[in-house]
Every structure is written in structure tokens, then in C-alpha cells.
């Protein structure tokens, strides 16, 4: 029912790549879900009133805060709509993100609090009332909420979108939840047990893990995560097409939230292929406007084909980190043009524990480089690990360079 909706809103059917879709799939999956969790808040928190259950109660809370996020993530892609100003040169899609920080804290904050009402209710239980209407309505909400994360899984499907990902996880926990008080209302009328305040304590951890699990998920977003292996792959597929471009350094893909991004990669090659890296450039970053309609910054960098020179500088940088460590490791080892000056531009591999003499091993590498040439300047990217992205192509580069 919900696909045939978009179908009609777009008289046909979508293309989901385009954003104009993406967005009308995050609204309607925000509307829906705000009407479908107020119904079930309503039903359960009235139920559970009239039957004096704590769990079911704590259930229809789970809902409301179920609705608060929707709607703090429709107004959130309302706002993220906007597009770049003066003032905001990059758009306003973070502010998805900024919402959905709220309300993870609400959905914390609220689970903690139903937490100690059902730990009262244990202390202090009353025995629920059994009634049919009470196992309708739950039965009816565990067929809700799946049929809430099947449509949430096909719209994140078909826009490859984290964030109703999460809304299906988070659907499912919930008819999980439900199943948990339908349990207890059960074998309390069965058995006669007072396990009410119990199951709320459940009921209560799934709203608190659910939580924490969604702050984690935006508080990713906004430190900066290495999920857009997709893209990267894309990026580096255009590339290989052009055989002057001898290896790719720095790829990074800079997301602004709401489908914007900026790519922003350095590619090395020779002097005598000048003219055809910058053509390649110029069609490299159309090629990827056309295909992600974002910006694309790319930077040329020369590289010097000396690979006894090269094997000379890499021992000196060797027997300096000796010094200090022979868990550290060189990689992607190169000499780039600058002008009057040589670069040595290289990857330092390194344990967690060496990271607090990362500075000083920095400078004494460069003063040992500058002790034997005034002209030498050194780039140095430190790394705890190694990135898929960052050793592509090098053999191809080591190849190139050891021919000429």
C-alpha cells in the first residue's frame, strides 16, 4: 500500500536514485509512523489503564516516543530540504542529524523513567485485570509494528537509507517488545504469577537500547564514518578508466546530510602526462556530478620516477623508526614534485599504543630528511589501520615507477 502511494504521487514508477523520491519515501514513512504509533500510544495506554497492567502502560509510552521521533525526523527532513545559502554554504542536511540527537535522549530519558515505575510496580504489584479486548489490542500491535518494518525495510531497500534502516530495527524490537507483554498477560492470567512489573522492566530495557542504539547511530554520523564504501568503489571505478592517473591518495567522501556530499581525492601521475591528467580531471569530476550531482575537488600531483632515490630515503626513514618501535610500518612509500622541493609523502602504520609519540616520531623523521637535504619536505598520513581505499592502485604506481 505504501509503494503504490508513491507510485501515484509520481504517476508511475519512481526513479529512487533521484532525491525528489528519497524525500517523499522519508515523509511518508515519518507520517505513517506517526499516526500508526499515536493509534497503537492511545490504544495501549487506555488499555492498560483500565486493566491496571504496567507493561502494557509501558508498551504505549514505548509508542509515544516511537511517534516523537517520527515527527522530530519529518521536521528534521523538512528543515534538511533547504538547500545551500551565504550562510550555510553546504546545506542544512545535518539538521536530521541534530534532531535525531534529541530524540534518542528523549527516547533514554523516558525508558529510565518507565524502568523505575515498573521496578515500583514489583515492589508494590497489583494484580492485572484479564480482558479479550486487552489481547486484541496487542495482537493487533505486534501486526502493526511488522507490517510497519516491512515497508520501512522495502523504502530502505530502494533508497539505501540509514536512517529507515533503523526505523525497521526498531519496528521489530518493538513487535518484540509487545509479544514480551502479551506473555505476561497471558501466564499472569493463566498462572495467577504477578510478573507485570517484570516484563515492564523488559519492555523499558528495549526502549533504553533502542535509545542509546540510535544516539550511537546519529553521534557516528556527525564524528564521520567510513560507511560510503559504495560510493568510494564508483569513485575508483571512474578512475581506473584513465591509464595516465598512476595511483589515487586521500579519497574522502564529506557528508553533509540528506544525500549531499563532497568528494575530494588526489591523484598522482607524471609530468610527461600533464595535459591528459588534467583532461582527465575535468571528465572525472563531470562523470561523478552526473552520477551523485555533488562537488568534486581533485588534486594533480607529480611524481618523481627515481627508484633509487626512493629505496635511499625509505632506509633512512626505516632506521629512524627503529628507534622507537619495529611494530611501525611504512606504506605506499612515493617522492612527489614541489616545486624547487622533493616531497616523501608516505603512510605510517602504527599499534594504539605508540600513538602518543606520534608527534615526536613526525619530527625526527623530518629532521632526519632535512639533515641530508634542505630541499626535502615530508607529508606523513599516521594510521592505526590500514583503509581499502587508501592502498588502492599502489602496485599499479610501483609498477609505473620502477619503468621509468
Known amino acids: 500500500m505504501m509503494a503504490q502511494l508513491i507510485k501515484l504521487y509520481f504517476r508511475g514508477k519512481p526513479n529512487t536514485s533521484e532525491m525528489a523520491v528519497k524525500r517523499a519515501y522519508a ?18 495506554i487506555v488499555t492498560g489503564f483500565l486493566s491496571r497492567s504496567v507493561a502494557i502502560s509501558a508498551d504505549g509510552f514505548n509508542n509515544l516516543s516511537d511517534a516523537g521521533i517520527s515527527l522530530m525526523t519529518l521536521l528534521g527532513f523538512q528543515i534538511a530540504r533547504y538547500g ?63 507490517y510497519m518494518y516491512f515497508y520501512n525495510q522495502q523504502f530502505a531497500k530502494a533508497t539505501n ?8 530495527a526498531d519496528c521489530i524490537s518493538d513487535a518484540a517488545a509487545t509479544g514480551g507483554v502479551l506473555f505476561s498477560t497471558i501466564v499472569g492470567h493463566v498462572t495467577g504469577w504477578q510478573i507485570d512489573g517484570y516484563c515492564g522492566v523488559v519492555v523499558s530495557g528495549f526502549i533504553v537500547i533502542a535509545g542509546i542504539k540510535s544516539l550511537w547511530e546519529v553521534l557516528g554520523r556527525v564524528m564521520g564514518q567510513a560507511d560510503q564504501q559504495n560510493i568510494i568503489d564508483d ?63 581533485i588534486q594533480a600531483d607529480y611524481l618523481i620516477g627515481d627508484g633509487a632515490l626512493a629505496a635511499h630515503l625509505r632506509k633512512k626513514v626505516e632506521l629512524a623508526l627503529q628507534r622507537h618501535s619495529k611494530k611501525i610500518n611504512i606504506d605506499n612509500f612515493r617522492l612527489i614534485e614541489s ?21 615526536i616520531i613526525c619530527q625526527e623523521i ?39
Open 27 to 44: 515523509s511518508l514513512s515519518s507520517i505513517a509512523g506517526i499516526v500508526l504509533n499515536l493509534l497503537l500510544c492511545t490504544a495501549k
Open 84 to 146: 545551500r545559502g551565504s550562510t550555510h554554504p553546504f546545506g542544512h542536511g545535518r539538521f536530521e542529524w541534530i534532531m535525531g540527537i534529541f530524540a534518542s535522549l528523549a527516547v533514554v530519558l523516558m525508558g529510565g523513567k518507565l524502568v523505575h515505575t515498573s521496578f515500583q510496580s514489583i515492589v508494590s504489584p497489583q494484580k492485572p485485570l484479564f480482558s479479550v479486548a486487552t489481547i486484541i489490542v496487542l495482537v493487533l500491535s505486534i501486526l502493526v509494528k511488522g
Open 161 to 168: 537509507s540509514e536512517t529507515l534502516k533503523a526505523t525497521a
Open 235 to 297: 569513485v575508483l571505478r571512474t578512475v581506473e578508466a584513465y591509464p595516465e592517473i598512476a595511483a589515487v591518495q586521500n579519497l574522502m567522501v564529506h557528508d553533509y546530510g540528506f544525500g549531499y556530499f563532497v568528494i575530494s581525492l588526489w591523484i598522482e601521475g607524471y609530468r610527461k602526462d600533464s595535459e591528459q591528467l588534467y583532461n582527465a580531471i575535468h571528465k572525472i569530476s563531470c562523470a561523478l556530478y552526473e552520477q551523485f550531482h555533488c562537488d568534486c575537488f
Open 339 to 359: 616545486g624547487c622541493y622533493t616531497t616523501v609523502a608516505f603512510d605510517l602504520l602504527y599499534p594504539a599504543e605508540l600513538q602518543k609519540n606520534e608527534e
Open 366 to 404: 623530518e629532521q632526519e630528511l632535512e639533515s641530508e637535504n634542505p630541499q626535502y619536505r615530508t607529508i606523513i598520513k599516521s594510521i592505526l589501520r590500514r583503509e581499502r581505499y587508501g592502498s588502492h592502485r599502489r602496485n599499479k604506481s610501483k609498477n609505473q615507477e620502477d619503468n621509468k
